[in-house]
């Protein structure tokens, strides 16, 4: 967890935002277990940065990547 003078900054979680999307591509693909796994993992990671910040990030076509603030 970050503590406030720690936090990444917003420009840096929103391009590892624009990431997430190819983890969606990955879902009909034919992929080794192995591999398909790793992938996986590092989705997760890569959301648990954008959370850890406090944010949640979405992706839809029409409206592209964004990032939302949640209160904790």
Do not use: Q, W
């Not at 879902?27 to 992938?39: E, I, V």
Request: with cysteine; hydrophobic share 35%.
């Amino acid at each position: 967890m970050c503590t406030y003078n720690e936090r990444t900054e917003k420009k840096a979680l929103f391009e590892l935002a624009k990431v997430l999307k190819h983890f969606i591509n990955l879902d009909d693909s034919k992929m080794h277990p192995g591999d398909r796994h790793t992938a996986e993992v590092a989705e997760k990671l890569v959301r648990g940065i954008i959370e850890d910040n406090g944010y949640t990030a979405s992706y839809l076509k029409r409206r592209g990547t964004r990032l939302f603030r949640f209160h904790r």
